[in-house]
């Protein structure tokens, strides 16, 4: 079965300073996705970024970075130079095709980032 | 484009009451995604839909929620009759059929039984 963990229910970073996330996930598939969104307290979810099973080069989307360890099943989100906008609630979520009609996202419990001035 | 589009954004209803929620998937997008968020049960997907069809139904709680989708541009998620315990954030999210293709996510319903 697809499943993914976020161990950090709530984390602090100080303005400025780079903070990870952890993601891990567990799936047989050899071809799958992995995304990160970002949802404030306003509610929306916003997507920030995307790695692929078989991309040889971490993504990255500006102050965002995807540090995937293929072997360790890992897909942690390195968010730079953080700012008070990002606090938020980060999801991690991983897509596997399944057949003709697999395109399923199963999204991890989530973390809230709290950055501090 | 204008986004997923859901409607209403806010929603306050007696139980018993019907409740129907609406959304417009971003144009061409293959797939429809209702789920539901709960602060004790975090975000859960409720249906999907491919090409108008009805694929993976298994998250809906019970036979008080229906999903429809008679075309391309339109879903609708119903619950009769409502109980308090359906309150919670409804999410209607479209994508195309690309395993690299991000879910787009619709601003959300809150949704309060009384």
């Known amino acids: 079965a697809q499943k993914i963990t976020q161990t950090q229910p709530g984390m602090f970073v100080q303005e400025k300073e780079a903070v990870t996330l952890d993601c891990t996930y567990d799936?047989?598939?050899?071809?799958?996705?992995l995304f990160w969104y970002k949802q404030p307290s306003s509610g929306e979810m916003i997507f920030l970024i995307y790695?692929?099973?078989?991309?040889?080069q971490n993504a990255t989307e500006g102050r965002y970075s995807l540090n995937f360890q293929k072997a360790r099943k890992s897909a942690n989100l390195v968010i730079s130079a953080s700012q008070l906008g990002d606090s938020a609630m980060y999801f991690c979520?991983?897509?596997?095709?399944?057949?003709?009609?697999?395109?399923?996202?199963?999204f991890g419990a989530g973390t809230i980032l709290r950055v501090k001035s | 484009d204008a986004g997923v589009i859901q409607s209403p954004r806010h929603e306050v209803t007696e139980m018993g009451q019907e409740v129907t929620l609406r959304c417009k998937p971003i144009?061409?997008?293959?797939?429809l995604f209702w789920y539901r968020q709960t602060m004790m049960r975090g975000l859960e997907l409720l249906i999907y839909?491919?090409?108008?069809?009805?694929?993976?139904d298994s998250g809906m709680p019970e036979d008080r929620f229906s999903a429809k989708m008679p075309n391309a541009s339109f879903s609708t998620l119903k619950i009769q009759p409502s109980e308090p315990r359906d309150s919670a954030v409804y999410f209607c999210?479209?994508?195309?059929?690309?395993?690299?293709?991000?879910?787009?996510f619709g601003p959300g319903t809150r949704l309060t039984v009384t």
């Open positions: 999210a479209s994508s195309a059929d690309k395993i690299s293709h991000e879910q787009y």
């Open positions: 799936t047989s598939d050899q071809s799958y996705g």
């Open positions: 790695q692929g099973s078989y991309d040889e």
């Open positions: 979520a991983m897509r596997v095709r399944r057949g003709e009609y697999g395109n399923k996202l199963v």
């Open positions: 144009s061409g997008h293959d797939y």
């Open positions: 839909f491919n090409n108008n069809v009805p694929i993976d």
